[in-house]
């Protein structure tokens, strides 16, 4: 009697099973969609992450850093650089692939990706050269009108890929012998640093090609070491060297004009030991006309590009230290929004971002662990 008691009451699962599976199969399927976000402000916040515990490819971290959120995220090859353009529009990534992962047939590409979707709007395959190295915010650039992108190639030769946005296509190639990396300097122009110490300045036609360059005496290399990562306002790029003096060059003429050099601390303080530090170790709120600095008290000739938890501001009228701010954690790169009402972004060594703001340069808090090995930020 058991057993076939138990028999009939495994007939009626199986029975309830099957009304069951007929039940779910009637249910309509599910609809995916794409999900657009807001139109980007100028405090959102892009976060070039090299990852570089996973050599194949890297990603761009999407954040709003006020409300601690993160947005999304961009795929991109590893050591990927980026760029926003100018109208807000779209983010440019220079990608290297390859066939088999990590070997076989490398294909090297311009993406543009849309700033609302995340998703990639067209690209445009380049030459297999553009600069495998770590993350610079010059290797990868537009020009002032959004026209053209210009690609850092390094095979070692150094040369620039001009990419016509419009036409989406390779536009040329712009040999840099003996230089590095492109600073955009108008709607037809980039310069880079040169290892002879001179500012090269490309121009070029509509369609893209070089038709003149010149050079500007800009630092004596044998002398000064000057640090390429610089921070732009305006017309005019803000350099520093590697014992914390601010050499500016303005880009607003037929030539480049080299200003003033002075210095980031006083006599006191570069005998108590205070020097700069950091990877993109400077920043310029445009809105308050201040310059944001990396720095620490214990600097050395080795040393220059170790993280810090102090930020000194400077007036860029007055040169003078007006402000400081400091974080529990180490930072290692810097960006300030351009609004009038900026922040300060500092991706720091945990992988967290820290947010200060600016209007009363305190410190608001931070985002944790929002990326894993972050090398630069971006913002609108």
Not at 165 to 182: F, P, Y
Not at 184 to 202: E, H, K, L, M, N
Not at 335 to 340: E, F, I, K
């Amino acid at each position: 009697m058991k057993i076939k008691f138990n028999r009939a009451r495994g007939g009626l699962v199986w029975a309830a099973l099957a009304v069951s599976a007929a039940a779910w199969g009637q249910l309509p399927p599910d609809t995916i969609g794409t999900t657009k976000l807001d139109p980007p402000g100028p405090h959102r916040a892009y976060i070039i992450d090299t990852q570089f515990d996973n050599a194949t490819t890297g990603k761009v971290v999407v954040v709003d850093p006020e409300k601690k959120k993160m947005l999304g995220m961009i795929p991109t090859g590893y050591l990927a650089p980026s760029v926003l353009s100018n109208n807000d529009k779209t983010l440019y990534s220079a990608d290297t692939f390859w066939s088999r992962g990590v070997r076989g047939e490398r294909t090297d590409v311009l993406t543009a990706w849309d700033t609302r979707t995340l998703e990639p709007r067209w690209e445009v395959e380049i030459p297999e050269k553009r600069a495998n190295i770590l993350i610079e915010r010059y290797m990868l650039t537009v020009s002032d009108d959004d026209r053209f992108v210009y690609v850092y190639n390094f095979t070692p030769a150094p040369s620039v890929t001009v990419v016509d946005t419009e036409n989406r296509e390779v536009a040329s190639e712009i040999d840099i012998a003996g230089c590095a990396l492109n600073y955009p300097t108008g709607d037809r122009s980039f310069a880079s640093i040169c290892g002879d110490g001179s500012f090269q300045q490309v121009r070029l036609d509509d369609e893209g090609h070089e038709i003149s360059r010149m050079r500007t005496r800009f630092f004596q290399p044998n002398h000064l070491a000057m640090n390429e990562r610089a921070v732009r306002n305006g017309d005019t790029y803000y350099f520093v060297t590697l014992d914390g003096h601010i050499q500016p060059i303005d880009v607003s003429g037929t030539a480049p004009e080299v200003g003033e050099r002075w210095s980031l601390f006083t006599e006191a303080q570069r005998e108590a030991g205070w020097g700069v530090g950091g990877w993109q170790l400077m920043a310029i709120s445009p809105a308050l006309d201040r310059l944001y600095v990396l720095v620490h008290p214990d600097h050395s000739d080795r040393n220059w590009e170790d993280p810090s938890n102090t930020i000194w501001a400077y007036d860029l009228d007055t040169h003078e230290k007006v402000g400081e701010m400091k974080t529990e954690n180490y930072v290692w790169s810097l960006r300030a929004t351009r609004d009038d009402a900026p922040l300060l972004l500092g991706i720091n060594i945990n992988g967290g971002l820290d947010v200060f703001d600016l209007t009363t340069s305190e410190y608001m808090h931070t985002v944790e662990g929002i990326s894993d090995i972050p090398a630069l930020v971006l913002s609108h």
